[in-house]
Every structure is written in C-alpha cells, then in structure tokens.
Nanobody
Framework: QVQLVESGGGLVQAGGSLRLSCAASGLTFSSVAMAWFRQAPGKEREFVGTISWSGTTTDYANSVKGRSTISRDNAKNTLYLQMNSLKPEDTAVYYC?????????????????WGQGTQVTVSS
C-alpha cells in the first residue's frame, strides 16, 4: 500500500529555516505529482505547494511564495520542502500528499494519498 512518511519538523525561532522530507513507497513516485499541505490548530488544512512528476512545474500558496521551495528526488522517492524566513503563523502540522497522475493541483480532493504529518512550531 502507499506510504508517505514526513520528517524534519521541529521547533525553530522566527526567521529560521527547516527542510521537511517525505519518503514515499508503494507507488510509482516518479510518475505522480506531489504536494505539501498544512493544518494549524482550529483551522482547515490548507495548500502550501505542489510539484509535477518531473519537478519542472511548481506552484505555491501566496503565504509561502518566495520563502519556500518544493523539490523532489525521484531516484530516492523523496519529496522536500525547504522553508526559510519562518514566521509564527507558519506553525502547523505539515502533510505531504500524492496524486495518481503527474500534473500538480492545489485542491485537497485531488490527492488520495496522505502522510501522517510532521509538526512545525515557530516561536516568536
């Protein structure tokens, strides 16, 4: 079965950086689009960024654009999210998600596969 396992979360001061990873198995990783979403306490899960199967197309939420970079290593079946200039409002559980096709999307229903999430806490 499909497994997505996030790692790299933690506690960081405002202005700091983190790199999240998502190790994928049980799917043809190099053929599917991937994404990062996040969910803060009391809020709905929201889109962060997405990347096409080849890595050539990326798209970001306005809230993280210019501060975050999504990338992938298809040889390692791993998705990454580099986050810089972190703000307290970036505090959330971050989830990676996989589509069944290679084209990126921003909406949650487009992603049938989800990881368990990794906590990111940004202190002020």
């Amino acid at each position: 079965q499909v497994q997505l396992v996030e790692s790299g979360g933690g506690l960081v001061q405002a202005g700091g950086s983190l790199r999240l990873s998502c190790a994928a198995s049980g799917l043809t990783f190099s053929s599917v689009a991937m994404a990062w979403f996040r969910q803060a306490p009391g809020k709905e899960r929201e889109f962060v960024g997405t990347i096409s199967w080849s890595g050539t197309t990326t798209d970001y939420a306005n809230s993280v654009k210019g501060r975050s970079t999504i990338s992938r290593d298809n040889a390692k079946n791993t998705l990454y999210l580099q986050m810089n200039s972190l703000k307290p409002e970036d505090t959330a559980v971050y989830y990676c998600a996989a589509r069944k096709i290679g084209y990126p999307a921003r909406d949650r229903p487009s992603y049938p596969y989800w990881g368990q999430g990794t906590q990111v806490t940004v202190s002020s």
